[in-house]
């Protein structure tokens, strides 16, 4: 069922069950108005044939019972202390009267009652010697017959009142829906190749609005998704049909030419460089889109580690593997401080890469400056190299997965996977990454870690 329907049902329903409600509530009140004030009228003829009946020493004349009978199929009894009945009017039936109703009678005083479609009021009458009981019982006919007007009339009301409700049920929900239908054709618009375009946020304050606004920051994630998946597609495919041309370009040439060992073992050694490389990207690669899987990352558990670990154990990978570049460490004096909760492995790798990075493309006889600091509300690595540097046009895509600057390329084989590795694992540690460049050249990465927030996954 559409939403239009259902807001239309609900609406209808409840204004038409509050008319509904208060047309009983009208018929109800005015029917207890009525009888209320038939039975003043029976209490007021009750206590005029009482008078009339004494003051004329207990008879009543033919013109007395004339002048008395002014209500519709009306009778009027007096009953003495003995409970017998000493005056009778009218021929139309009354209440059968009983020795226990009439005790009931001089004890309240007044008891009003109905019967068939008549009602009656019972009074007990108390003059000099005189101790009577009136029993005046007649037919509300007017009373009858205007109610039933009433009746009619709100059952005509409630009838045209049900087709205005809808009516106006259906305009309600056409109009509070607009902004909902504005936003569903705002919506078609957009596709993977419009996805730069925004939805309006109105006034700003309501629902829509926020809604509207949510959406747009939806689309944002969304947009940058598609852009980076696009350049990471371009960039992939460049990157590994390289190594795989030049590695079928070898073998090749080698089956061709290659005669002696040691040109087959030369050809065997470039095939296992290009092969390490397919399998350095293919790792990078993998460890990046898993940790770009929300819950695979959900399964990674955060410790309390001082962070100088992960930093020595980082700079001993790279020592290894550059033992020809000065590495210089400084740490704070108090280094029990420095503990936060990490995935000590992970971070590792982040440091790690970034010192690679430092090495790889600074001089051999250039320092590697690699620091740890306390700072506001957190800790913070640097690692600062002497190298070649980072073009300023450049950095809006330095993380970004497989990109690398011309510089690099031209100076070192890599696949542009690191950075990217590196900021996506600063997040989940809820930190950040930056990079400032000096003014001749070097660059020097600084990575912020908060104090004791958790991570975020």
């Known amino acids: 069922m559409l939403i239009r329907t259902r807001l239309t049902l609900f609406f209808a329903g409840l204004m038409l069950g509050l008319l509904v409600l208060l047309s009983v509530g009208i018929y109800v009140f005015d029917k207890q108005s009525q009888e209320k004030l038939f ?13 009339v ?45 009983t020795a226990r109703f009439l005790n009931r009678i001089r004890t309240k005083r007044e008891v009003t009652f109905s019967f068939e479609d008549k009602q009656g009021i019972g009074k007990f009458f108390q003059k000099g010697d005189d101790r009577l009981i009136i029993i005046v019982t007649a037919e509300d006919t007017f009373g009858h017959q205007r109610l039933e007007a009433l009746k009619n009339n709100l059952l005509v009301v409630n009838i045209l009142g049900a087709g205005l409700v809808i009516a106006l049920a259906w305009l309600f929900s056409d109009r509070s829906l607009q902004p909902v239908q504005h936003l569903l054709d705002d919506i078609r618009q957009l596709s993977l190749v419009n996805l730069h375009g925004r939805l309006p946020t109105g006034n700003g304050r309501d629902e829509m609005a926020s809604l509207s606004s949510q959406f747009n920051h939806l689309l944002d994630r969304l947009d940058e998704t598609v852009r980076q998946n696009q350049t990471f597609v371009t960039n992939a495919s460049h990157e590994l049909r390289t190594p795989l041309a030049n590695l079928l370009g070898t073998l090749q040439v080698s ?85 936060v909760p990490i995935h000590a492995d992970l971070m590792v790798i982040a440091l790690s890469n970034l010192m690679d990075n430092a090495c790889k493309y600074s001089a051999p006889d250039q320092p590697v400056k690699v620091a740890l600091q306390s700072v506001e509300q957190g800790f913070e690595y640097t690692i600062q190299d002497y190298g070649i540097g980072i073009p300023a046009k450049a950095l809006p895509h330095l993380f970004t997965p497989l990109f690398r600057a011309e510089n690099a390329r031209q100076v070192q084989k890599g696949n542009g996977v690191g950075l990217a590795l590196v900021q996506r694992i600063v997040q989940l540690h809820g930190g950040t990454v930056k990079v400032e460049l000096t003014a001749e050249t070097g660059t020097t990465f600084l990575v912020w870690l908060p104090a004791r927030n958790k991570a975020i996954i």
């Open 39 to 51: 039975y003043q009228r029976l209490q007021r003829k009750a206590e005029a044939t009482a008078e």
């Open 53 to 97: 009946y004494v003051r004329k020493h207990r008879r009543l004349e033919e013109t007395d019972k004339i002048l008395l009978l002014t209500q519709e199929k009306q009778h009027e009894a007096i009953y003495d202390e003995a409970n017998q009945i000493i005056y009778s009017s009218g021929r139309y039936k009354y209440y059968p009267v």
């Open 255 to 339: 089956l061709t030419y290659d005669q002696q060992p040691d040109m087959i073992k030369a050809t065997l050694q470039s095939s296992v460089e290009e092969v390490q490389a397919l399998i350095r990207l293919t790792n990078d690669l993998l460890l990046l889109a898993e940790l770009g899987v929300e819950n695979q990352v959900q399964t990674l558990s955060f410790d309390d580690f001082l962070l100088v670990e992960p930093l020595l154990d980082a700079v001993q990978m790279v020592r290894r593997q550059y033992p020809q570049y000065p590495i210089e460490v400084t740490l704070p004096d108090d280094i029990d401080c420095c503990q």
